[in-house]
């Protein structure tokens, strides 16, 4: 019996260990080295609202919390060419990035989102 608890703990833990999704991520520094290098694939994905407040001008807008994120998004981007994301903080980009990534996109979540950008934008 005390195998068979064992046995369930370990399958567990390597179940849960394999549908981890790595995330890759850059900050806005290393952002705006790319922007000024070459044309990147560059989402927003924050919603009407927090875009009325400012955006880095190259990026494209898709909702987060739209019912059809994940159809638009997919429809948007090139697969053979990294989708570099962002929204407020970083926190709803890295869940857009996991969502990406289980459909094949290299997906990179900028660390900071949009509020890093900007503080570091009037230094």
């Given at each position: 019996?005390?195998?068979?608890?064992?046995?369930?703990?370990?399958?567990?833990?390597?179940i849960?260990?394999?549908?981890?999704?790595?995330?890759?991520?850059?900050?806005?520094?290393?952002?705006?080295?790319?922007?000024?290098?070459?044309?990147?694939?560059?989402?927003?994905?924050?919603?009407?609202?927090?875009?009325?407040?400012?955006?880095?001008?190259?990026?494209?807008f898709?909702?987060?919390?739209?019912?059809?994120?994940?159809?638009?998004?997919?429809?948007?981007?090139?697969?053979?060419?990294?989708?570099?994301?962002?929204?407020?903080?970083?926190?709803?980009?890295?869940?857009?990035?996991?969502?990406?990534?289980?459909?094949?996109?290299?997906?990179?979540?900028?660390?900071?989102?949009?509020?890093?950008?900007?503080?570091?934008?009037?230094?």
């Open positions: 019996m005390k195998n068979i608890v064992c046995l369930f703990i370990m399958i567990f833990f390597c849960n260990c394999n549908s981890q999704v790595a995330l890759k991520a850059i900050t806005t520094k290393e952002l705006k080295v790319l922007l000024s290098q070459e044309n990147i694939q560059l989402m927003d994905v924050r919603t009407p609202e927090e875009i009325k407040e400012g955006a880095i001008q190259t990026a494209f898709v909702n987060y919390f739209d019912v059809d994120f994940e159809n638009v998004a997919t429809a948007k981007l090139n697969k053979s060419k990294p989708v570099y994301l962002y929204c407020r903080s970083g926190n709803r980009s890295g869940k857009a990035c996991k969502i990406l990534k289980e459909k094949g996109f290299e997906a990179i979540n900028v660390l900071g989102g949009y509020k890093q950008w900007n503080m570091e934008k009037k230094q």
